[in-house]
């Protein structure tokens, strides 16, 4: 029974991992108002996932009524004034991007129900009131964590970017190599080799 409950947790943050970075990616769109839809549905989501991992039923009127009711009014609030927008990181209100809070605020949302799914309750007995204030602190804690994500990503997107420059100069390299094999041999001459040499360095 433990060890069944300990794989629903991780399965359950598995599923808030993965919807957090989702609604990250919907953090960098321009538009704060289109930001706040695109990442109400990616929650929205999220807790047809958990509801269906805790076997409990979803209902989806009253599943966007929870998002709204939870996050709706302090995320509008958020879009509406992150107004100064930076190419390639997004809006930015208070040194924070939005991504970042729209991260968070899924954290939050996703920890809400399962605090609340653990306990047994359902989509309709949802008490809004009692878990506002977990979610508030969820969704301090939930920053931390989109701001570990987005340091993550970037070290992976910056690795790849490392890996393919290094492919990149090793097959250089390897044409060199055939290319000084070709003119030893006479097949080409120096002046083809350094003709072919420079368009092979300047590609």
């Known amino acids: 029974m433990t060890d069944d409950k300990n794989f629903r947790e991780d399965h359950a943050q598995s599923i808030i991992r993965n919807h957090m970075?989702?609604?990250?990616?919907?953090?960098?769109?321009?538009?704060?108002?289109?930001?706040?839809?695109?990442?109400?549905?990616?929650q929205l989501d999220m807790i047809r996932q958990l509801c269906k991992l805790y076997e409990v039923d979803f209902k989806e009127r009253q599943?966007?009524?929870?998002?709204?009711?939870?996050?709706?009014?302090?995320?509008?609030r958020l879009g509406a004034r992150a107004v100064k927008f930076i190419p390639g990181?997004?809006?930015?209100?208070?040194?924070?991007?939005?991504?970042?809070?729209?991260?968070?605020?899924?954290?939050?949302?996703?920890?809400?129900?399962?605090?609340?799914?653990?306990?047994?309750?359902t989509i309709l007995d949802f008490d809004v009131d009692r878990l506002k204030k977990y979610y508030n602190e969820?969704?301090?804690?939930?920053?931390?964590?989109?701001?570990?994500?987005?340091?993550?990503?970037?070290?992976?997107?910056?690795?790849?970017?490392?890996?393919?420059e290094e492919a990149l100069a090793a097959d250089v390299v390897e044409k060199l190599k055939s290319l000084a094999e070709l003119k030893s041999q006479g097949v080409i001459?120096?002046?083809?080799?350094?003709?072919?040499?420079?368009?092979l360095i300047n590609a």
């Open 89 to 121: 990181v997004g809006s930015v209100l208070g040194g924070i991007t939005m991504a970042v809070l729209s991260g968070a605020s899924s954290f939050a949302l996703g920890q809400v129900f399962i605090k609340h799914f653990e306990t047994g309750g």
């Open 21 to 42: 970075i989702w609604s990250m990616g919907a953090g960098f769109i321009p538009v704060p108002i289109a930001d706040f839809f695109a990442v109400s549905a990616i």
């Open 189 to 199: 001459t120096e002046e083809e080799f350094q003709k072919m040499k420079e368009r």
């Open 138 to 164: 969820m969704f301090e804690k939930g920053k931390e964590v989109a701001q570990d994500l987005q340091r993550q990503q970037q070290g992976n997107r910056e690795q790849k970017k490392h890996e393919k």
């Open 63 to 76: 599943g966007k009524a929870l998002v709204t009711s939870l996050t709706g009014s302090g995320l509008a």
